[in-house]
DNA sequence: CAGGATCCTGCAAGATACTG
DNA sequence: CAGTATCTTGCAGGATCCTG
């Protein structure tokens, strides 16, 4: 690791950051890459049973995101050649290790949920 | 707190969340939040301290971003009225509420730099 | 110094329909 | 069942210039 200027410079995906708060909201960031995961985190799961725990998803954007998390190795992608077609989807041990932070992310918000009464409208 | 359908369901800001996650997310979301909540997690600092320490952000985008995490009561600004003017901007206690869940993002983000070699090229 | 005003662009995300 | 293919849209973010 080179340290440029008293900082730390990295590289990834053609891309550069400057801290390293940037390296894991390329990761995480967007609107259903936390979902995804947060519903993998203690189960494998199928694209349709995936699309079922979060509706609001179009299965556009639910297969752009697998595909990603994919390609960053957070997820595995496993077909069973049946019929019908059988695929599944799980973390990798790679993906394993942002569970503690996706965990931080869910547990904030839920407390939010628990303790405040005028921020938070409860429908 | 109302379940409905099993399911937890927020409202804030006129949007509706259906997970804890969505809820975090819309606070800290996006491209500068988290980076700004970062350096402001143990000092005040000035507009222009803070453009110096995040030089990719532009004045315009510093600006909203400030205004968005004082709407959302993360961080106070204070006005000194010298001349010239100083302002400045320090988490609330919300605010710091939220530096565990930053710093599980900047950890991991930083364990990677440490570890991994080939994912990451370090320039 | 600490922003605001404007204009602009690209890409994340949505809608809808279709397929191996 | 597990996705693609198109087309469209909204808004985050950028560039540039201006001001109390």
Redesign the interface.
């Known amino acids: ?2 340290i ?1 200027d008293k900082e ?5 995906h053609e891309k ?10 390329n990761f995480i ?1 967007g ?1 259903w890459k ?2 995804v995961l ?1 519903y993998l985190r203690n189960q494998t799961l199928r694209f349709g049973e995936l699309k079922k725990q979060i ?2 998803i179009t299965e556009k954007m639910l297969s752009i995101q697998l595909k990603a998390l994919e390609e960053d ?1 957070l997820i595995k992608r496993e077909v069973f050649p049946e019929i019908p077609l059988r695929v599944e989807y799980s973390l990798t041990d790679f993906g394993k ?2 569970i ?3 965990e ?11 303790t405040d009464g005028e ?5």
């Open positions: 690791m080179i440029k730390y410079v990295f590289k990834l550069t950051f400057h801290c390293a708060l940037d390296i894991t909201m960031g609107k936390t979902v947060w509706p609001d190795g290790t942002l503690p932070v996706i931080s992310i869910a547990k904030w918000g839920r407390s939010l949920g628990e921020m938070l409208e409860v429908i």
